[in-house]
């Protein structure tokens, strides 16, 4: 018997999803008082507790919500396990505006779910979410991290992020044009948030042409300000542009049928979580068009690597250079994918579970 909520009109199949995406435990939370909706997706601790940051959006109904969470915390099991961490993948959305509806009572009432994990779930700051706001969740539970740095924390891991998406493009520019350099490329970053801004001013650095787009002003008017050099593309026609790489830095899903029969660039590099669609078909579809795609999962890892060194002691030299490694690791995966005949993602995939069958083995001995 299928288990079948309905909820704003909309029916969510949970446990027949769950099963589709190997999910171990989704938990739905909700708080008349602070009007807290939100959902925690725990996909598999095999190497650890699962974490993964919290996002706050406002969603059109709750199957969207479900479907993202599902998608994002899967994604950051296989971050984690491509990365080398002894991190599971979750994830957390919260349901609204984070620019109108966002507060500490909400924020805290939603560390309380938190903590009723025990520690199977950490969280950290995603989309619509800063760390002030991983400030108030910590006020009622120890499985956070992300923390300002007053607090003894890392602070932002934006920096860190957008530094593994620029090792991870220069490795994609070195399997393209045979050489890393970026010099003279046109690159662009779709997404002008804490991460788009700080891969802009890398990209800037090395003599790029970078293109912005983002549905907000405030934040083209930030990038622009901190970058004067950068040229505003409408966010509906940035996908007409020519450009050589394009670099989705905001949410997921623009590597759909639409956008890519409009791309006009040789390799996708961004910071964005679900890039594509539909893992299958879009990723067949990038190279039908010879596209070549930087898994998304593997190239904005480093994120996860800053917030992991928070737990096991932080150092940011070392959280920098072990973002490094995504350089050799996304040319590791062009060069399995070309042999193995299969799309860059679904290498990426399979690199990363091989370590989480490896494990489970392990544990299964223990």
């Not at 025990?118 to 002030?132: F, L, N, Q």
């Not at 970026?182 to 042409?209: D, M, N, S």
Request: charged share 25%; glycine share 12%.
């Amino acid at each position: 018997m299928e288990t079948v909520v309905k909820n704003s009109g909309v029916e969510l199949n949970v446990l027949k999803d769950m099963n589709a995406t190997g999910h171990e435990q989704i938990v739905f939370c909700q708080d008349e008082a602070t009007g807290l909706k939100a959902i925690i997706g725990i996909h598999n601790t095999v190497l650890g507790p699962a974490l993964g940051g919290t996002r706050m959006w406002h969603y059109s109904n709750d199957g969207e919500a479900l479907e993202d969470v599902l998608r994002l915390s899967r994604g950051m099991t296989f971050k984690a396990a491509i990365s080398g961490l002894n991190l599971g993948g979750g994830k957390a959305v919260i349901i609204g505006d984070s620019r109108t509806q966002k507060n500490e009572a909400l924020l805290r009432r939603f560390g309380k779910f938190v903590d009723s994990l025990g520690g199977k779930y950490i969280t950290a700051e995603d989309v619509g979410m800063g760390t002030k706001d991983i400030e108030y969740i910590s006020m009622e539970t120890k499985h956070v991290t992300g923390l300002p740095e007053h607090l003894g924390g890392t602070g932002d891991p934006s920096p860190v992020t957008a530094y593994g998406v620029y090792m991870g493009m220069k490795a994609s520019a070195k399997h393209v044009y045979g050489s890393d350099d970026l010099e003279g490329k046109t690159v662009a970053v779709q997404g002008c948030g804490h991460v788009g801004r700080q891969l802009v001013g890398y990209l800037i650095k090395e003599g790029a042409k970078v293109l912005v787009a983002d549905i907000f002003e405030d934040n083209l008017q930030e990038c622009k300000l901190t970058h004067p050099g950068v040229q505003i593309v409408d966010a509906q026609k940035i996908y007409d542009t020519q450009m050589d790489i394009y670099a989705p830095c905001a949410l997921g899903g623009t590597l759909n049928d639409d956008h890519i029969d409009r791309l006009k660039c040789t390799i996708v590099a961004g910071a964005a979580n679900n890039q594509l669609k539909d893992e299958k078909v879009h990723g067949q579809k990038l190279i039908d068009k010879g596209i070549v795609y930087a898994p998304d999962f593997l190239i904005n890892s480093g994120g996860l690597i800053n917030v992991y060194g928070e737990l096991m002691g932080y150092n940011k030299e070392a959280a920098l250079k072990k973002a490094e490694f995504i350089y050799g690791v996304t040319l590791e995966i062009f060069k399995y994918a070309k042999e193995n005949n299969m799309s860059n993602g679904e290498a990426a995939i399979q690199y990363a579970q091989r370590r989480i069958d490896q494990i489970a083995k392990i544990n299964s001995v223990l």
